[in-house]
């Protein structure tokens, strides 16, 4: 989904004239006219603005450009709903919410971390000796655990 399409989503979707979401963020109804046309994208401020206040991340409002996972447990964040949030309920999308929960890391090394993949992640097919084995060559290749 394009940039002006989210913007016009959450907009609607919270029963906003473009005249009040203008005044929620303090910019002109022209400029949110000019977003949801694609002539213009929100500076990075404004952006962290919308975020906050419609509970979306950064990612999703430019369009979901990048693939995110997260960077201590190699899971795909493919939706807003597994991305963790800092104490001040700002999204990290570095981190899904299981490993990175009120501003700390839920896992203390990796070895507990490959401990819960491995009796989590295995299964008829995939033994725990061989989730510990795969996880253990990729934990490393994130960025938490470089």
Avoid at 119 to 140: C, G, I, V
Wanted: aromatic share 8%; glycine share 2%.
């Amino acid at each position: 989904m394009k940039t002006e399409d989210v913007l016009k989503n959450i907009r609607v979707k919270n029963n906003l004239t473009q005249e009040e979401l203008a005044e929620k963020l303090s910019v002109t109804r022209q400029a949110v006219s000019r977003w949801e046309n694609g002539e213009a994208v929100p500076n990075i401020e404004t952006l962290k603005q919308i975020s906050t206040e419609f509970h979306v991340s950064i990612n999703t409002l430019l369009g979901s450009p990048q693939k995110l996972v997260c960077q201590c447990c190699g899971m795909p964040l493919e939706d807003d709903t597994a991305i963790s949030r800092e104490p001040d309920n700002s999204f990290n999308e570095d981190y899904c919410k299981w490993c990175y929960t009120d501003g700390q890391f839920v896992y203390k090394s990796m070895d507990e971390l490959l401990d819960f993949l491995s009796a989590h992640m295995s299964n008829d097919n995939f033994t725990p000796k061989q989730a510990r084995a795969y996880f253990s060559e990729q934990l490393p290749k994130l960025k938490h655990w470089k």
